[in-house]
């Protein structure tokens, strides 16, 4: 992987696993009490890359490869976090971070509360998620209902590589711990970085596409897909809006209320399950705050409450423009 | 004939050295076959007087604190208190064997360990009594909140102490633990974390003889909780966990090894919970009046005072003093718990996030919202 160094003003082409990697390298040269720990962090650079140079810049001290024990691994993150070291901490696929769960839930996220603030836990954890790459099982999980279930995380997910950049390095700077969650099917997507450009901060929605007929309301993995089908609905007579959350936690309801009740039409598009999910929460947030703009139900685009399927079969379950198009139709609702 | 009869005796020619060879001699990390005992033996003349008795007093005045809480239970003005009663050795130990920069992790029943560190006995209460989570300030204090999960204190503990290690700043971590705790998979990761990182940490673990009501021989099948020590690369202590100048000894020596470079340690000092799991508990259930009553007679302060009247170190007068220190600290306790606690509603949305969510800012509004209204009724 080519090296992106920071350069006032530089923009040139990165993969968004390009511009994760030149957030790390530049919030370790920032801040000497950043610290990457996880399994094969360091020689290897990681499963994905994303670590890859930062052993060789900032030493095995910096960016640490542990035993293979992602509650060992979290445990430790917040010793140091508690020590005033700002970790970061990578679990290599989604699945692995469940055995992490209780130092997650019991621990980094109420840290801060069970100490009346004493005892704040600056911890990034790093979790690439969700399908598409022809992973088996195990491998391509979306869990980000279980973290933005529990109080104390901020959860975020990326969608571009610009965002890659900037959610990431402000994710690092935040005193509250952050589920970092990549969507490792836009590892290898290409766009300009510009690593100076002012980043919209964690917890604002962005518009990415305007439109006048209906709202599709998406994050990570799945803007892409909305993107597609926004351009595709345009043959059927529909002017779709795309508005990229970026943030589950904190939740942008004035963002997603204010495009919702100025179209009256919306979509929630994920493609983790749909029963008790996020795409849950923002419908019933948005019926019980928009109802008397809505022109329609607000409607569930989801994958399906199965176990991750086999990797020959995931396109059966990932919401794909058709399933998003469908969706859009019924929006033509009369009562 | 299965595969693990064709295990050879001998190095296998070829047998490539580095990883997959013994990389340690396991034997001077096993522990002693019996546990360390210094009161009645010859390690106690030695001993330095002013520390015994400063032991003695800290026995008797965390005997009356154990007493006192146990009591106020019953009253309804502790929510729960699992009582160190009969663990009192390794309680004030723990509390007051580290420096001021080390750090200390202590599990839910360590209440008495984390007075004796020196905070404020009525602060490490607040979780127990339910007005707060952690009453003491962890920073200031270098004591971390009692955690209730069991084991997941103990990386954070190796990692504070790797952190620390970094810095290179003198720093030791004693992570406490029960019997029970040694079951947990953080356990295990903790363990291994310190060993492989050279992370300056005591384990201690507190063998009482039961996990609530499972006795140690369904907890373990080792030969002793220390042996698992061996399997990690550290070495393993036994100590008699109610001879307090045996585990101020242990202890105080395995610091040393970890302030001076030398690594982890695990310690497993074998002790009895003279009380239930807590008041919500029935032991009467699960062990033998026998037993119990075998284990009053091994009780720490009267091990300790026994053999400090029979060298001359305690007279009634000391003895008297340390009781009226105790005494001093239950009136405190009692008066302190029959008021009220103030309680302030806003403070469940104070510290959740370093920044309030909008949502958390709605609910607090909500909230102010209906205690207006019903002080308004």
């Given at each position: 992987m080519s090296t992106?160094?920071?350069?006032?003003?530089?923009?040139?082409?990165?993969?968004?696993?390009?511009?994760?990697?030149?957030?790390?390298?530049?919030?370790?040269?920032?801040?000497?009490?950043?610290?990457?720990?996880?399994?094969?962090?360091?020689?290897?650079?990681?499963?994905?890359?994303?670590?890859?140079?930062?052993?060789?810049?900032?030493?095995?001290?910096?960016?640490?490869?542990?035993?293979?024990?992602?509650?060992?691994?979290l445990g430790t993150a917040i010793g140091m976090a508690m020590y005033g070291l700002r970790p970061v901490v990578e679990m290599q696929f989604d699945a692995f971070a469940y055995p992490a769960m209780e130092q997650l839930v019991s621990h980094v996220a109420k840290m801060r509360n069970r100490t009346a603030g004493r005892l704040p836990m600056p911890i990034t954890i790093r979790i690439p998620y969700g399908g598409g790459i022809g992973g088996v099982e195990?491998?391509?999980?979306?869990?980000?209902?279980?973290?933005?279930?529990?109080?104390g995380l901020h959860v975020v997910t990326p969608a571009t590589v610009q965002d890659a950049y900037g959610l990431l390095r402000a994710s690092i700077a935040s005193d509250d711990p952050v589920v970092f969650l990549e969507p490792k099917r836009l590892y290898w997507s290409k766009a300009e970085l510009d690593v100076a450009a002012a980043v919209e901060p964690v917890g604002k929605a962005v518009l990415r596409r305007t439109g006048r007929s209906a709202v599709l309301i998406t994050y990570g993995p799945s803007l892409p897909v909305c993107l597609e089908a926004a351009q595709a609905a345009q043959a059927e007579g529909w002017d779709l809006a795309v508005l990229d959350l970026r943030s589950l936690v904190p939740f942008d309801d004035r963002t997603v209320c204010e495009v919702v009740r100025s179209l009256g039409r919306a979509v929630v598009v994920h493609e983790s399950t749909g029963f008790g999910g996020v795409g849950a929460e923002i419908a019933a947030r948005v019926t019980e705050r928009c109802f008397h703009h809505l022109a329609a139900p607000v409607i569930r685009v989801t994958g399906f409450d199965i176990p991750y399927p086999p990797p020959m079969l995931e396109h059966h379950h990932l919401p794909g423009v058709d399933r998003i198009l469908d969706a859009v139709a019924r929006l033509q609702w009369e009562g | 004939m299965t595969v693990l009869d064709h295990r050879p005796?001998?190095?296998?020619?070829?047998?490539?050295?580095?990883?997959?060879?013994?990389?340690?001699?396991?034997s001077p990390l096993l522990p002693d076959s019996s546990p360390v005992r210094v009161l009645g033996t010859p390690a106690f003349q030695k001993a330095d007087p002013e520390l015994l008795l400063d032991l003695y007093r800290r026995l008797v005045v965390g005997r009356r604190y154990n007493q006192q809480a146990t009591t106020l239970t019953k009253q309804g003005r502790l929510a729960v208190y699992p009582a160190s009663t009969g663990q009192e050795a390794c309680q004030v130990v723990a509390g007051s064997v580290l420096q001021p920069q080390d750090?200390?992790?202590?599990?839910?029943?360590?209440?008495l360990a984390v007075v004796s560190r020196g905070v404020d006995p009525l602060e490490a209460l607040t979780l127990l009594r339910g007005n707060a989570h952690t009453g003491y300030d962890p920073v200031a204090t270098r004591t971390a909140p009692l955690c209730t999960p069991l084991?997941?204190?103990?990386?954070h503990a190796v990692g504070l102490a790797h952190a620390a290690r970094l810095r290179g700043e003198p720093v030791v971590a004693l992570a406490m633990?029960?019997?029970?705790?040694?079951?947990?998979?953080?356990?295990?990761?903790?363990?291994?974390?310190?060993?492989?990182?050279?992370?300056?940490?005591?384990?201690?673990?507190?063998?009482?003889?039961?996990?609530?009501?499972v006795p140690l021989t369904r907890q373990s099948a080792a030969p002793s909780l220390a042996h698992k020590a061996v399997g990690y690369g550290m070495p393993g202590r036994l100590v008699d966990g109610n001879d307090a100048p045996a585990v101020h000894a242990v202890l105080a020596e395995a610091v040393e090894r970890a302030r001076s470079g030398g690594g982890p340690t695990l310690v497993e000092a074998l002790t009895y919970r003279l009380e239930a799991h807590t008041n919500a508990d029935d032991a009467t259930r699960y062990r033998e009046d026998a037993e119990v009553t075998a284990w009053r007679e091994?009780?720490?302060?009267?091990?300790?005072?026994?053999?400090?009247?029979?060298?001359?170190?305690?007279?009634?007068?000391?003895?008297?003093?340390?009781?009226?220190?105790?005494?001093?600290?239950?009136?405190?306790?009692?008066?302190?718990?029959?008021?009220?606690?103030?309680?302030?509603?806003?403070?469940?949305?104070?510290?959740?996030?370093?920044?309030?969510?909008?949502?958390?800012?709605?609910?607090?509004?909500?909230?102010?919202?209906?205690?207006?209204?019903?002080?308004?009724r």
């Open positions: 992106l160094t920071q350069t006032s003003g530089a923009t040139r082409t990165s993969t968004m696993a390009q511009a994760l990697n030149a957030a790390l390298r530049d919030s370790m040269r920032e801040d000497p009490g950043v610290h990457l720990l996880g399994e094969d962090v360091g020689a290897l650079g990681g499963v994905f890359r994303i670590t890859d140079g930062l052993a060789a810049e900032f030493g095995a001290d910096r960016c640490l490869d542990t035993p293979l024990a992602e509650a060992g691994i195990h491998h391509s999980d979306s869990s980000e209902a279980y973290y933005a279930g529990t109080p | 005796t001998a190095p296998v020619p070829g047998w490539l050295p580095g990883a997959t060879s013994p990389r340690t001699d396991p750090w200390l992790f202590p599990s839910y029943r360590d209440t084991a997941t204190q103990a990386p633990l029960g019997d029970g705790g040694t079951s947990e998979g953080d356990f295990h990761e903790a363990l291994n974390f310190a060993a492989v990182l050279n992370a300056p940490v005591v384990f201690l673990v507190q063998n009482n003889g039961y996990a609530i009501s091994h009780d720490p302060i009267l091990l300790m005072e026994r053999e400090l009247r029979d060298c001359g170190l305690l007279d009634d007068a000391v003895a008297a003093a340390a009781t009226e220190q105790g005494e001093q600290l239950a009136a405190r306790m009692r008066a302190e718990f029959h008021a009220e606690p103030e309680l302030d509603p806003a403070s469940l949305f104070r510290h959740v996030y370093a920044e309030p969510t909008p949502q958390l800012l709605e609910q607090a509004a909500q909230l102010d919202a209906e205690l207006a209204a019903e002080a308004g």
